[in-house]
Each structure stands twice: as structure tokens, then as C-alpha cells.
């Protein structure tokens, strides 16, 4: 079975904008497209029943960095000159209590930026939601997600931490990776 026939949630951290097509905001940023490291077009997922849930709020800066104005606004309203960089407490707690319902959890990529400290929040709640969740297989993929949660000191209460993000993903799509495909000619 290929992953995006599994799935029945897919909380995703990105603006409905943003996961449905590229953009370039005004400081140059591209937004990645549905077809990037196999995300699933809203379209698709509706019509096989996945529940897609996107952030209802976003905490925003004028610069990208700690030093910034921040402020947070509703997943709509985000003027164009300015950067996402996590999302809001209503959209990490929302996401929190979606995953306490899965009985299998893949999680790769960061709510925010959770390097800089005053963006850590969406990532340290989700984080948190899901190392509480009681009887939950629990995937980490990638570098950064598998930073944030050994930083959080909550590694051991995961089932797996990965630091291959997109090759585990195409791993669980079902795509053939080319390490792996070449293993048999060795």
C-alpha cells in the first residue's frame, strides 16, 4: 500500500494558498507546489477522503529572523512583504488533538522556523501532542523535525526518528529510491 492511499488526516502547515500552487511573495521566497516531495493536492485528497487540515492562524514577521515585528493573523491575511514563520497556538492545539486520534503518525517537517526560539511554539506543541499520544506509532522524518524533537528531549518517546525526510517520503509513496535499487547489483 503507497502512503497517500493510507492516509485519512494530513494536518499540513502551510496556507491553503500555499499548498495548492506556487507563489513568489514580495522578498523573493518561492512557495513549494503541490507536486513538491509528494504533497497531496487538496482536490485529490477530498475526493479519497483525507481530511486535510491547514492553519487557521499563522504567526507572521516583518523580517526574517529575530529581530522582527511579529504579530499573528488569520491564515488569509498575510500582507505580502511579510514571512510565515510558525503556526498559531489555535492551529498547533487543533493539530495536536487531529494527531491524538491517529493510530499511525508520519510526521516530517517543522511547523516553523522553530530555530529562532519565538517561532519554536507550533513546532514544540505538535511535538508534544504527539509524544503524549498513548498507544500511536509515531514516524519522524527529517533533519530539522528530528533536531526539534531531540532538542525537546522527547526522541524516546517517539517509535522512529529519521533524519531522511523526502527519501522517506517517496520511500512511502512507493517510488524506488536509488540507494536502495542499487543495493542488488553490489
Given at each position: 500500500m503507497r502512503l497517500p492511499d493510507a492516509l485519512e488526516k494530513l494536518p499540513n502547515g502551510k496556507r491553503r494558498e500555499e499548498f495548492q500552487q506556487t507563489e513568489v511573495n514580495n522578498s523573493g521566497v518561492q512557495r513549494e507546489t503541490d507536486d513538491d516531495r509528494g504533497a497531496i493536492p487538496t482536490e485529490r485528497a477530498e475526493q479519497r477522503n483525507i481530511q486535510v487540515h491547514l492553519p487557521g492562524d499563522l504567526v507572521i514577521s516583518d523580517r526574517f529572523g529575530d529581530d522582527g515585528e511579529v504579530k499573528t493573523?488569520?491564515?488569509?491575511?498575510?500582507?505580502?512583504?511579510?514571512?510565515?514563520?510558525?503556526?498559531?497556538?489555535?492551529?498547533?492545539?487543533?493539530?495536536?488533538?487531529?494527531?491524538?486520534?491517529?493510530?499511525?503518525?508520519?510526521?516530517?517537517?517543522?511547523?516553523?522556523?522553530?530555530?529562532?526560539?519565538?517561532?519554536?511554539?507550533?513546532?514544540?506543541?505538535?511535538?508534544?501532542?504527539?509524544?503524549?499520544?498513548?498507544?500511536?506509532?509515531?514516524?519522524?522524518?527529517?533533519?530539522?523535525?528530528?533536531?526539534?524533537?531531540?532538542?525537546?528531549?522527547?526522541?524516546?518517546?517517539?517509535?522512529?526518528?529519521?533524519?531522511?525526510?523526502?527519501?522517506?517520503?517517496?520511500?512511502l509513496e512507493g517510488k524506488e529510491l536509488p540507494g536502495i535499487a542499487a543495493l542488488p547489483e553490489a
Open positions: 493573523v488569520a491564515s488569509g491575511q498575510v500582507p505580502d512583504d511579510w514571512f510565515i514563520m510558525d503556526v498559531g497556538d489555535d492551529t498547533a492545539k487543533q493539530f495536536a488533538r487531529e494527531l491524538a486520534a491517529c493510530r499511525t503518525i508520519i510526521w516530517n517537517g517543522p511547523m516553523g522556523v522553530f530555530e529562532i526560539p519565538r517561532f519554536s511554539q507550533g513546532t514544540r506543541m505538535v511535538a508534544q501532542g504527539i509524544a503524549g499520544a498513548e498507544g500511536v506509532t509515531t514516524v519522524v522524518g527529517g533533519g530539522s523535525t528530528a533536531e526539534a524533537v531531540e532538542e525537546m528531549g522527547l526522541m524516546d518517546r517517539m517509535t522512529h526518528v529519521s533524519t531522511g525526510g523526502g527519501a522517506s517520503l517517496e520511500f
